[in-house]
């Protein structure tokens, strides 16, 4: 191959790399708040009759402006401690069994669990499901399943937030953060801002022997044993196909070793 033809022929696979990295990913089902109206059909889950409701953010908020800046949001609450301290919102997946569920969540004070569900059961009041999380504290992620609203010991998989590329400690109040749990049958990969937690494990993803749930709906889920009537803020909820994990990326220099 001449020297001419190499180059072109790299120009054109970096064009390949550039078009697959904008091409944005097909989306089967997701929650914007458009206009301030919660657009689809949510569910509250274990029985306590909470589900998201819409806000508008003020501009003096914290949480404004939200990621993608119509600062419109769904708010879940959690119910009274003496009611079971807890919220679920959930939606069904319109017929999808394997996908990834990604939501963008605000941190406020970090006073509960917050996190998203996904492989919920919506025939027992959603109360089993797989849950991605971060405690109280702002300070522990983790990956549990729960049964008959009961959970599975030992978690799936945990994870502390030291472990983020550029952290130091506890994710900072009053902030918002991107949670994705891809789904592939029995396996899961759980990513926080873009880093894929799960590549850290022994093998390299979640794998659950263990009657896994492979079906069910997703939403977003609020709970503390401790305080109750905490908004949590959620906003830009999507169910699109189970993508790949991330690889590194190609540089120039990489591609032009292929063709010496």
């Known amino acids: 191959m001449s020297f001419a033809r190499s180059v072109s022929a790299a120009i054109l696979l970096i064009a390949a790399f550039a078009a697959s990295a904008d091409a944005a990913p097909p989306i089967f089902k997701q929650e914007r708040v458009p206009g301030g109206v919660l657009e689809q059909y949510w569910a509250p889950g274990f029985g306590v009759g909470r589900i998201f409701t819409p806000l508008t953010l003020s501009p003096g908020d914290p949480a404004s402006p939200n990621p993608s800046g119509d600062n419109t949001v769904a708010v879940l609450t959690n119910n009274e401690t003496g009611l079971g301290g807890i919220a679920a919102s959930l939606t069904d997946t319109g017929g999808q069994f394997d996908y990834s569920f990604e939501a963008d969540f605000f941190t ?3 006073e509960t669990r917050r996190g998203i569900i ?10 089993t499901f797989y849950q991605f999380v971060i405690n109280a504290g702002l300070f522990q992620i983790r990956f549990r399943k729960f049964v008959n609203g009961a959970p599975v010991v030992p978690d799936l998989a945990s994870w502390f937030t030291t472990v983020l ?9 009053n902030s918002w953060h991107h949670m994705e749990v891809r789904a592939f049958g029995n396996r899961f990969h759980c990513l ?8 850290l ?7 659950d022997n263990d009657s896994p749930l492979l079906v069910g709906w997703v939403g977003a889920y609020n709970f503390s044993a401790s305080i109750g009537e ?6 830009n909820l999507r169910v699109g196909p189970p993508l790949p994990t991330p690889v590194a990326s190609k540089t120039w220099g990489a591609l032009k070793k292929l063709y010496r």
């Not at 926080?192 to 590549?199: A, C, E, I």
């Open 108 to 110: 406020g004070g970090g």
């Open 118 to 127: 996904v492989r919920a059961d919506p025939s027992n009041d959603f109360q």
């Open 165 to 173: 590329p550029g952290s130091t400690g506890a994710l900072a109040q």
């Open 192 to 199: 926080l801002d873009g880093f894929d937690l799960t590549s």
């Open 201 to 207: 494990l022994s093998g390299g993803e979640i794998v």
């Open 230 to 235: 905490v908004p949590v803020y959620f906003d």
